[in-house]
Nanobody, 115 residues
Framework: QVQLVESGGGLVQAGGSLRLSCACSGSIFSFLSMGWYRRAPGKQRELVARITSGGTTDYVDSVKGRCTISRDNAKNTVYLQMNSLKPEDTAVYYC?????????WGQGTQVTVSS
């Protein structure tokens, strides 16, 4: 069983930075493809960034150059470093783990960027 717990959200001014963390229980973390999704008010959930078990990363165009996803397999944790934050980044951010065809989700952490 995989359980995900996010932390690091909060209120920040435009141009600021936040680092989100997602701690993963279980012994298969290094085999999981990990991702960060977000859902803004009135919008559908979207993939923000993903990192495979091999370390390959991918980002949605709107955050390229501003966000970095990374993982620490020794700590069973995935991170999302977000810089130059914009008000349109305001959303609930969810950690996702993909194991084959099975998706696991965290409870979400709120990120609010004020203008």
């Amino acid at each position: 069983q995989v359980q995900l717990v996010e932390s690091g959200g909060g209120l920040v001014q435009a141009g600021g930075s936040l680092r989100l963390s997602c701690a993963c229980s279980g012994s298969i973390f290094s085999f999981l493809s990990m991702g960060w999704y977000r859902r803004a008010p009135g919008k559908q959930r979207e993939l923000v960034a993903r990192i495979t078990s091999g370390g390959t990363t991918d980002y949605v165009d709107s955050v390229k150059g501003r966000c970095t996803i990374s993982r620490d397999n020794a700590k069973n944790t995935v991170y999302l470093q977000m810089n130059s934050l914009k008000p349109e980044d305001t959303a609930v951010y969810y950690c996702n783990a993909l194991w084959g065809a099975i998706n696991y989700w965290g409870q979400g952490t709120q990120v609010t960027v004020s203008s």
